[in-house]
Antibody, heavy 119, light 109 residues
Framework: QVQLQESGPGLVKPSETLSLTCTVS????????WSWIRQPAGKGLEWIGR???????YYNPSLKSRVTMSVDTSKNQLFLKLSSVTAADTAVYYC?????????????WGHGTLVTVSS | QSALTQPRSVSGSPGQSVTISCTGT?????????VSWYQQHPGKAPKFMIY???ERPSGVPDRFSGSKSGNTASLTISGLQAEDEADYYC?????????FGGGTKLTVL
């Protein structure tokens, strides 16, 4: 059973780069599709981007200029970098498996990690 | 890419049925049969409930059902139970991207 766990600094200063790691256990990160999704406190979910080791990487058009996703297959880890952060990037960040052609859903999800942008 | 539109809240009594709507555009909900739904209890990660508009993953009770008409998808929960009280989010494929709804808070009275 695949499980995901997000990790990273809980506090990032404005204008700096947010860096998060998602560690996948119970299955290989290779040949799969993985997404980052975030949720500001009290607000809805926002898809950030989807990465695959074998396919296309897609980013939310509203975040595309600031987002980079990558993986380390040897460690079964997925990474998110979001540059030039502001208070509006404060949110719980989730990693999830999905989505892809004919499997347009996200499952499972990690527990999420809260990132606060503040000086 | 704008968020899909959901009612902020709905409510129902135990045993009743409620329907949550999710309105998009001809670029997302109306153009693809790739709508999924997620249930989120406070402080928890979202849980996958419906995919491809109408399909239920294994383990999801058949009290949960999905449908779509035009640019609007819907989630219906029948035989409401106390544990159904949660936030619900729809999500649609939008061609090389995915867009979520703003979420609906379901209150079981």
């Amino acid at each position: 059973q695949v499980q995901l766990q997000e990790s990273g600094p809980g506090l990032v200063k404005p204008s700096e780069t947010l860096s998060l790691t998602c560690t996948v256990s119970g299955g290989s990160i290779s040949s799969q599709y993985w997404s980052w999704i975030r949720q500001p406190a009290g607000k809805g979910l926002e898809w950030i981007g989807r990465f695959s080791t074998t396919g296309n990487t897609y980013y939310n058009p509203s975040l595309k200029s600031r987002v980079t996703m990558s993986v380390d297959t040897s460690k079964n880890q997925l990474f998110l970098k979001l540059s030039s952060v502001t208070a509006a990037d404060t949110a719980v960040y989730y990693c999830a498996r999905g989505a892809q052609a004919v499997r347009h859903w996200f499952d499972p999800w990690g527990h999420g990690t809260l990132v606060t942008v503040s000086s | 890419q704008s968020a899909l539109t959901q009612p902020r809240s709905v409510s129902g009594s135990p045993g009743q049925s409620v329907t949550i709507s999710c309105t998009g555009t001809s670029s997302d909900v109306g153009n693809y049969n790739y709508v999924s739904w997620y249930q989120q209890h406070p402080g928890k990660a979202p849980k996958f409930m419906i995919y491809d508009v109408t399909e239920r993953p294994s383990g999801v009770p058949d009290r949960f059902s999905g449908s779509k008409s035009g640019n609007t998808a819907s989630l219906t929960i029948s035989g409401l139970q106390a544990e159904d009280e949660a936030d619900y989010y729809c999500c649609s494929y939008a061609g090389s991207s995915w867009v979520f709804g703003g979420g609906t808070k379901l209150t079981v009275l």
